[in-house]
């Protein structure tokens, strides 16, 4: 064999190594993405619309009246298009006579809440796409459908000088409710691909309760416990437990001109002031929406993502 095929078949026989090598090293490069990626965890804030006594979206004009929320996931893929998901929220209702439509006829009673809420719920999704993917072929817009079952705290307070009071200690309508309530999220809620690793998400949540006293209110009128207020005030408040009435009955008709309870006028009524909105069946209920982030848990994730070395490293950016 002369020098010259040596040389050609050697300088073939180079590049064949180094393109062996480049394929090889540019095959890991790209395999270490081609995993599935069971388990997630979203971060997402937004804000929340209460539904009840003292508050009525489809009824009446009365707007949008937002509080806020935060909220914490833990997702975990079980099929093709199933996801399931533990959720973790902390949120705030509140509603008032004030700023609502006049045509309530709500003003009068002069009534308001605020709560803050802690809720944890187990929930299914639904996708639109599969879900059951590689890590680098994840779908980048995804939709989809949930529903599940929880449980909420119920922890209404209403200001009274210049101090946020518990409600639910009071039984205010003599009808003792408990302190955790059950609730079922439904809703839908869309995903957009951001990088291999996290998404950004979109999401509309309403929960159903078996409560009608998130805001305290129930009652239509106080006729039937009235007497007992009265009892707990006294005359002039001397009463074992004043505050019950003071808190119950705000409507200024009612009240003297230092802005307490007018007993005696409140006798004369036969307690026929009114409290609550007179619908029968009526659960109290409320809606997020809420912007976050779902960050995948894949198992390079620390390696090539959140502690990547780009000084030393060259590597595919996916962002």
Do not use: C
């Not at 508050?55 to 099929?79: M, V």
């Not at 994840?138 to 909420?152: D, E, I, P």
């Not at 006729?223 to 009463?239: A, I, K, N, P």
């Amino acid at each position: 064999m002369s020098n010259s095929t040596v040389k050609y078949l050697g300088t073939f026989l180079a590049f064949g190594f180094l393109f062996l090598i480049g394929g090889h090293t540019s095959a890991q490069s790209l395999y270490r993405y081609r995993f599935e990626e069971p388990w997630s965890i979203s971060f997402s804030g937004g804000a929340t619309q209460y539904f009840g006594e003292l508050y009525s979206l489809w009824k009446y004009h009365e707007g949008i009246q937002p509080d806020w929320n935060g909220n914490i996931a833990i997702r975990r893929t079980i099929g093709t298009r199933l996801r399931a998901r533990a959720d973790f929220s902390y949120y705030q209702i509140s509603g008032g006579d004030l700023p609502s439509d006049r045509r309530a006829n709500r003003i009068p009673r002069n009534l308001h809440f605020r709560a803050r809420n802690v809720e944890a719920a187990l929930i299914g999704e639904y996708h639109w796409k599969p879900v059951k993917l590689y890590n680098i072929t994840r779908n980048f817009f995804n939709l989809y459908a949930f529903a599940g079952v929880g449980v909420s705290s119920n922890n209404p307070k209403a200001m009274l000088r210049n101090e946020w009071i518990d409600l639910r200690p009071l039984q205010l309508e003599n009808n003792p409710y408990n302190k955790y309530v059950m609730v079922f999220p439904t809703g839908i809620g869309a995903k957009y691909k951001l990088n291999v690793y996290m998404d950004l998400t979109l999401e509309m949540n309403y929960r159903w309760t078996l409560t009608d006293y998130l805001d305290d209110i129930s009652a239509y009128n106080v006729s039937e416990f009235y007497l007992d207020l009265v009892r707990d005030y006294g005359t002039f408040g001397e009463g074992p437990n004043p505050d019950r009435l003071r808190l119950a009955i705000r409507n200024p008709n009612f009240l003297t001109s230092d802005g307490e309870p007018d007993v005696e006028r409140i006798l004369q009524n036969g307690g026929r002031i009114r409290r609550g909105s007179g619908l029968d069946e009526r659960f109290d209920g409320y809606l997020s929406f809420n912007v976050g982030l779902e960050i995948y848990l894949s198992p390079d994730i620390w390696d090539n993502w959140i502690f990547r070395n780009r000084l030393y490293e060259k590597r595919f950016r996916f962002w």
